[in-house]
């Protein structure tokens, strides 16, 4: 019979493994950039042999894909934004305005991960164009998230009449965009806090009945 205590250490182990990887690249792809970041670097901070991380992520392109999506995720399962837990939470919301704070502060938690690493993906996609190609071309998955949020919220009690779900979902799109809220966290100064109360009060003036 198999030991299913051992198998599950064995896939414990393995997982806090690959998660110590992955913040050593992250660390690591700030801290001195993507492009002059050696594996054996990464895996010296990690405390692992460079062989593992070849065979966990094959390569330097793959094993920025991970850090950048685990950042947005908050966690290395694979699932997507709409149906994590949160977001799922956000639908169910019995108001238009209890949408909308829920929907920021999760917006918030996510911008809170990815701001650090916006400025070296960037630096990463213009020295190598192969890193664009690593995520689907196309329709931004932002805007979807967006969009998708915008009409649950807008059918909603207290979602004001004279909005249509389109002007909600660009104007959500905008407000909440990685841009923005670098723009005044890193450059003016404001605390995450603070442009979270921001944001969701500039949002329901514009969506919700007053």
């Known amino acids: 019979m198999v030991d299913v205590k051992k198998v599950d250490k064995r896939a414990a182990k393995s997982r806090q493994t690959r998660l110590r990887m992955l913040d050593a690249a992250r660390e690591l792809f700030v801290e001195q950039g993507y492009g002059v970041t050696t594996l054996q670097e990464v895996a010296d901070r990690a405390g692992v042999a460079v062989q593992t991380i070849y065979f966990k992520f094959g390569n330097k392109r793959t094993l920025l894909k991970e850090v950048v999506d685990t950042a947005i995720a908050g966690d290395d399962e694979p699932v997507a934004t709409m149906e994590r837990p949160w977001f799922r939470e956000t639908l169910d919301a019995g108001t238009a305005e209890g949408h909308l704070r829920a929907h920021v502060a999760g ?42 949020a915008a009409e649950a ?49 500039t949002l329901r003036i514009q969506l919700c009945d007053a």
């Open 153 to 201: 919220m807008m059918a909603k009690p207290g979602a004001r009449d004279d909005v249509t779900a389109d002007f909600a979902a660009d104007l959500l799109y905008g407000l909440l965009s990685t841009e923005l809220y670098l723009l005044l966290v890193r450059e003016r100064g404001w605390s995450p806090e603070r442009w979270e109360q921001w944001a969701f009060d």
């Open 107 to 148: 917006t918030r938690a996510i911008l809170d991960r990815v701001a650090p690493i916006t400025e070296m993906l960037a630096a990463a996609s213009a020295m190598d164009p192969e890193v664009k190609s690593l995520w689907p071309q196309g329709a931004d998955p932002r805007y979807t998230v967006q969009s998708v």
